[in-house]
């Protein structure tokens, strides 16, 4: 258990339907981050927040939208699905906002959209 | 051209074997990472290097700034060392991540 708690594991949905993935930081974790891994683009960083604010976004579509809310865990809700929104998506989480901490990453969330 | 390049794509050793896997990236950075994912899917962060050198078990990262490259170091392999590592970098201009495609390591028994 590295400390990161993602929810749900596995989750299958059809088109046009929207989702929430969960995140829970490592105790003492204040940076969240959000990645997409589908087979043809690999791993992909959508999100980050530190303390409740968005710190820094990457290629996150515009039907993307996340949060982190005061006791830190965060959400990330995809909405209008697509089948090419078919991917693993990790949430990791760090003690600083900046590069120079390592990170800790959950055991992701297997989206499937059918 | 991607902005991090890893090489080589797939590479297959006998246990015991030094394995190198290297990290070229294009754009200036504030950290580089190294990171393990393995079949099940799971991704552990090995390293986080911003100079230098750093040593962990049978694992070591190098990076060399000036020349903008990073290499992953295994010696004495073994079959459980099977996995995808992948290199990223931190931006030093914002937050933001980018990632290598991985490198596909499979270690013969």
């Known amino acids: 258990d590295s400390g990161v708690t993602q929810t749900p594991k596995h989750l299958i949905t059809a088109t046009g339907q929207r989702v929430t993935l969960r995140c829970s930081p490592r105790?003492?974790?204040?940076?969240v981050y959000w990645y997409q891994q589908s087979l043809d683009q690999g791993l992909q960083f959508l999100i980050q927040y530190y303390n409740g604010e968005e710190r820094a976004k990457g290629n996150i579509l515009e039907r993307f939208s996340a949060q982190q809310f005061p006791d830190l865990h965060s959400e990330l809700n995809l909405s209008s699905l697509e089948l090419g929104d078919s991917a693993l998506y990790f949430c990791?989480?760090?003690?600083?906002?900046?590069?120079?901490?390592?990170?800790?990453f959950g055991s992701g969330t297997r989206l499937t959209v059918v | 051209k991607n902005e991090v390049e890893q090489s080589p794509q797939n590479l297959t050793a006998q246990e015991g074997e030094f394995i190198t896997i290297n990290c070229s990236y294009s754009?200036?950075?504030?950290?580089l990472h190294w990171l393990q994912q393995h079949p099940g899917g799971g991704i552990v962060s090995l390293f986080m290097l911003s100079s230098g050198k750093k040593k962990h078990g049978r694992l070591i990262a190098t990076i060399n700034i000036q020349e903008k490259h990073s290499s992953l170091h295994i010696t004495a392999s073994h079959p459980r060392d099977s996995a995808v590592y992948i290199c990223a970098v931190g931006g030093n201009r914002d937050d933001k991540i980018i990632f290598g495609k991985g490198t596909r390591l499979h270690i013969l028994p």
């Open positions: 105790s003492g974790d204040l940076s």
């Open positions: 754009v200036g950075i504030s950290a």
């Open positions: 990791a989480s760090s003690v600083g906002r900046g590069q120079l901490y390592g990170y800790t």
